[in-house]
């Protein structure tokens, strides 16, 4: 479990294919991450997918990713600057929203712009996810913890935006974020149960 608070940006500096299914190996950079510690075994989030350290050496780690997570994320296939979150332990604060790291779909990034001293991002989901999306709501993209300020229901999908403040986007991968952009989504784990319950109260209606 985590919270949606990025702990640093680290760097895929190798993909290496496996045999077996299909997936990959990442090797993950973390130097960079402030008091970064991980040891096999433990759960990492790398760019908001709950990942499993299987090498780990100093400040580098590595995970193995199969081809179904390949087909449902963006980003994990390339050498690149992903953030980083290591997983709550108990004691620890809980600074964002409970995040699984079950990455639920890929957004695209509709805007990214300055708005006075913060940016506002907008990203289109697709429809089997909009209607996760409410105002005041929490969302997860590639693993940062936002609010959901406001959401406009389109053809075949949403369009939803956040604010981010100048911290956030100054330790994430969001900076980097340009029109067109994949980014990782994932939806309120409560809406989720929410509609479950509901389904099964009219199932039994």
């Known amino acids: 479990m985590f919270t949606g608070i990025v702990r640093g940006v680290g760097r895929i500096v190798e993909v290496k294919r496996l045999s077996v299914d299909g997936g990959v190996r990442l090797t993950v950079?973390?130097?960079?991450?402030?008091?970064?510690?991980?040891?096999?075994?433990?759960?990492?989030?790398?760019?908001?997918?709950?990942?499993?350290?299987v090498v780990v050496d100093g400040t580098t780690f590595a995970v193995d990713t199969s081809r179904e997570s390949l087909a449902r994320t963006a980003g994990l296939d390339a050498l690149r600057e992903v953030n980083i979150e290591t997983s709550v332990r108990v004691?620890?604060?809980?600074?964002?929203?409970?995040?699984?790291?079950?990455?639920?779909?890929?957004?695209?990034?509709?805007?990214?712009?300055?708005?006075?001293?913060?940016?506002?991002?907008?990203?289109?989901?697709p429809t089997e996810l909009a209607k996760y999306l409410a105002y005041k709501g929490s969302v997860a993209i590639d693993g940062v913890s936002l609010t959901v300020n406001r959401v406009v229901d389109r053809e075949g999908g949403c369009e939803f935006g956040v604010n981010v403040i100048p911290h956030t986007y100054q330790v994430t991968t969001l900076h980097s974020l340009r029109v067109g952009d994949r980014v990782n989504v994932e939806v309120d784990l409560i809406a989720r149960y929410v509609e479950r319950m509901l389904s099964l109260r009219g199932g039994n209606a």
């Open 91 to 125: 004691g620890d604060a809980l600074g964002g929203h409970l995040v699984a790291g079950h990455v639920d779909g890929v957004g695209e990034v509709v805007k990214m712009s300055q708005l006075h001293e913060s940016w506002e991002l907008v990203v289109r989901l």
């Open 29 to 53: 950079d973390a130097r960079a991450v402030p008091e970064f510690e991980v040891n096999v075994g433990d759960s990492v989030a790398v760019a908001g997918a709950c990942m499993t350290a």
